[in-house]
């Protein structure tokens, strides 16, 4: 079995050097050394998989999974995440990394998903998996959502990028009229920002890419 060459780059020292001393169980797995970032630009070893630990106080932050995809996008990125933090899984996954752990998972699931993203292919670990089909429940049920008629024009014009000024005077509202439908298509929706109101008109064929 070929060798894996894995980056451990969290943060916290415990963390760090608990994972090291699990790897050299397995003969098959080679920890390079260094914590910075920017010590693997000056590694002779490229690693296969970077470590990174998310969803703590003092984890590394989703940015730092971000930054390392974009400058090293042939290395994957492996999140251990707290258990319980399902939207940092979630977060984890948007910002590029290809596999989610939790923190207290098993030492062989930590073995397997290492092996798996050297292979170049993605590892969820059931937590993460369920974060994500939850998330997408959350989704289609949001998307099924009833809108009137008038609550779908608005919905399409603000996706569009309509003023609500400006859906007033197309449709002959008053401002505050449309404000109103806004806030209750937003509350039926579930939705918090403009973003969600264009993902939901997306999914609804209210608008096209």
């Not at 390079?32 to 470590?51: F, H, T």
């Not at 251990?80 to 923190?103: N, Y």
């Amino acid at each position: 079995m070929a060798t894996v060459h894995v980056y451990v780059a969290a943060s916290e020292t415990l963390i760090r050097e608990g994972l090291r001393c699990l790897f050299s169980r397995d003969p098959t797995i080679e920890v390079i050394d260094g914590s910075p970032l920017d010590s693997l630009c000056e590694a002779e070893q490229v690693p296969d998989v970077a470590i990174l630990v998310v969803g703590v106080p003092t984890g590394d932050s989703v940015e730092v999974i971000r930054n390392l995809c974009r400058r090293f996008p042939k290395i994957k990125v492996l999140a251990l995440v707290a258990s319980s933090a399902q939207e940092a899984m979630l977060s984890a996954l948007r910002a590029g990394a290809a596999g989610c752990l939790p923190l207290d998972a098993d030492p062989g699931d930590l073995i397997a998903a290492v092996r798996t993203l050297a292979q170049g292919e993605c590892y969820l670990h059931p937590l993460a998996a369920a974060a994500i089909m939850n998330e997408y429940r959350q989704g289609e049920a949001a998307s099924c959502a009833h809108l009137s008629p008038r609550e779908e024009e608005i919905l399409s014009l603000l996706a569009s990028g309509a003023t609500n000024r400006e859906i007033a005077k197309r449709l002959h509202l008053s401002t505050r009229t449309v404000e109103a439908h806004r806030a209750k298509i937003m509350a039926k929706l579930g939705a918090q920002h403009l973003v969600d109101l264009i993902r939901h008109a997306i999914r609804r064929g209210l608008i096209k890419l």
